[in-house]
């Protein structure tokens, strides 16, 4: 079983996509009452990870653990970190980091420790995934350990970095979507991701044009990192198991600047 946890919003707890996927003996909220996404961002990437296209895979051996961290995008980053160190205490095989976090607004004590742990979810190989950012890339705490965690920016549909992303150094970037870059928008779900929503929010903006309660479309490098992580997943399930050696087969997506 590969566990992976999401630091995020949290997640829809009832969807039918996502529920048999969520472990709720150590799924925990370190910002209030419940694992509950009220804002959907958690949710989504949830989705990826688990279907990357919400297509059942034959093979599904995977829990998400949820360390829910906000009820919205903005959150404390002391919060961030004992939700990093309860994953890492857990031991899980994967950590999901759709999110950035900007040396310039942090102390430098809490620069010590987010460090810290991720040097100690490298020595005991646990795989940390986290977003390059949508903006000033430069100041993301977490483009600057490429060398321990995986890094991740996006793609648009044509292969080149997404008009928000931004090339990173020992980076990998994988298609995470473009809403700027849309020409015919009969065919939307090209250029974007779709993914998971919480039934219970009010309707999204693309469900007001169509897409089902449940779903939505999103872009983002929060999004590529979320589909990096299911193709980490994929080569986990197909090696038992993640080295140095199967991690080469990942190279097909690394940047070099």
């Not at 995977?62 to 160190?85: G, L």
């Amino acid at each position: 079983m590969i566990k992976i946890a999401i630091l995020d919003t949290g997640i829809d707890t009832n969807h039918k996509q996502l529920k048999k996927y969520i472990d709720f003996d150590f799924s925990k909220s370190f910002t209030d009452e419940s694992i509950k996404d009220y804002y959907g961002h958690g949710t989504a990437i949830a989705g990826v990870i688990v279907y990357d296209g919400l297509f059942e895979d034959k093979k599904k051996d995977i829990q998400i653990v949820v360390c829910k961290i906000t009820n919205e995008m903005v959150f404390k980053v002391i919060t961030f970190i004992k939700a990093f160190e309860y994953a890492i205490e857990l031991n899980v095989n994967i950590i999901n980091l759709s999110l950035s976090i900007y040396t310039s607004l942090i102390t430098k004590g809490q620069k010590k420790r987010i460090k810290e742990l991720i040097n100690i979810a490298y020595k005991k190989n646990i795989i940390v995934v986290a977003s390059s950012g949508n903006r000033n890339q430069e100041d993301n705490i977490f483009n600057q350990y490429t060398d321990n965690i995986f890094v991740v920016i996006a793609k648009d549909i044509y292969g080149n970095i997404a008009s928000y992303s931004k090339s990173v150094n020992n980076a990998y970037s994988v298609f995470g979507g473009d809403i700027n870059n849309i020409i015919d928008y009969s065919k939307i779900e090209n250029y974007l991701v779709v993914s998971t929503f919480p039934e219970y929010l009010e309707d999204d903006y693309f469900n007001l044009f169509g897409v089902p309660k449940g779903y939505s479309y999103y872009w983002g490098t929060s999004i590529a990192t979320a589909r990096f992580t299911y193709k980490i997943i994929k080569v986990y399930q197909k090696c038992n198991g993640f080295n140095k050696e199967n991690k080469k087969s990942l190279d097909i997506y690394k940047v070099t600047v």
